[in-house]
């Protein structure tokens, strides 16, 4: 069965202090893994695709990489409106498209100022 | 820019009422997806479509049923609400093997 784990559960950093989070998963193909941010409220807003080990995406100040078994999402000089909870998911194929993507449980950010 | 359009942000309904949740895409996308969000439980997929009067169960179907009578619309339905289908509704769209775009959700209250 697939599975995505993602940790910390929670993670608090002061503005300016950069981390990782992590997105480890187990499937039986990856045909994609995908990072999303989702504000209270709000639906999840779509960020990166990554499709094979080694790939990078950047945006501002995230980055996300990709292994064979893991995400990561790093966040350099986070700030306040960084702030947010971070979803991963992955697609693997399989007959029933719609529920070869698993979500991760997310990691919520908090960027102190 | 991808849009997903959920009808309405909050909702609330009565037990035993039956409750109609449209969502609307504007990008052409072939698959829809209504997944509910709650607490400690993440993203559960409900139902799933891939074309135009097909749909898919997911893994929580029960109480619920869909409708795709247009490409650009998935309208989830409540049969015969309660309360433990309170909860955060979001629908997404997506084309073939790509991310899923999500609508800003429906937070439903049962009474």
């Not at chain 2, 139902?47 to 179907?61: A, L, N, T």
Request: net charge negative; with cysteine; glycine share 8%.
């Amino acid at each position: 069965e697939d599975q995505v784990t993602q940790s910390p559960e929670a993670l608090r950093l002061q503005e300016g202090e950069s981390s990782s989070l992590n997105c480890s998963y187990t499937v039986s193909g990856l045909r994609g893994l995908f990072w999303y941010r989702q504000d209270p409220g709000k639906g999840p807003e779509f960020l990166f695709t990554l499709y094979s080990a080694g790939e990078e995406k950047e945006k501002e100040r995230l980055k996300a990489t990709l292994t064979k078994k893991e995400s990561f999402l790093h966040i350099t000089a986070p700030k306040p409106e960084d702030s947010a909870t971070y979803l991963c998911a992955v697609h693997s194929p399989g007959e029933n498209y719609g529920q070869n993507f698993v979500f991760g449980p997310g990691t919520r950010l908090s960027v102190l100022p | 820019d991808v849009k997903v359009t959920q009808s309405s942000r909050y909702l609330v309904k009565r037990t035993g009422e039956k409750v109609f949740l449209e969502c609307v895409q504007d990008m052409d996308h072939e698959n829809m997806f209504w997944y509910r969000q709650d607490p400690g439980l993440g993203l559960r997929l409900i139902y799933f479509s891939y074309d135009v009067k097909m749909k898919e169960k997911g893994d929580i179907p029960e109480g619920y049923s869909v409708s795709r009578e247009k490409k650009e619309r998935f309208s989830l339905i409540l049969e015969s609400a309660s309360t433990n289908q309170t909860s955060m509704y979001l629908c997404a769209s997506s084309p073939y093997t790509q991310p899923q775009h999500f609508g800003d959700g429906t937070r439903l209250s049962i009474l």
